[in-house]
């Protein structure tokens, strides 16, 4: 299948260990939390995204050992 990005468009691909990732109270990062994340942000580099969720999931969890792997691709069509 083919995907045509149009200029502005962004595409976020993500394993399930970004909404999976849990804090010390078992909560999970959510796909919600995800979503609106994705909303919200809006980075001029790709570069800049994947720093900021990571950087979000951390504070999600707070120190919790990572239990899952975390696996991004974020593309912008400029």
Do not use: C, W
Request: charged residues 40%.
């Amino acid at each position: 299948k083919k995907l045509n990005l149009e200029k502005g468009e962004r595409l976020f691909i993500f394993s399930d260990g970004i909404p999976e990732a849990m804090n010390k109270d078992e909560e999970e990062y959510t796909d919600k939390k995800l979503e609106k994340f994705f909303v919200e942000e809006k980075p001029e580099t790709a570069d800049e995204f994947i720093n900021a969720i990571v950087n979000d999931v951390k504070l999600h969890t707070k120190g919790e050992i990572q239990s899952d792997d975390i696996t991004a691709i974020y593309l912008i069509r400029k």
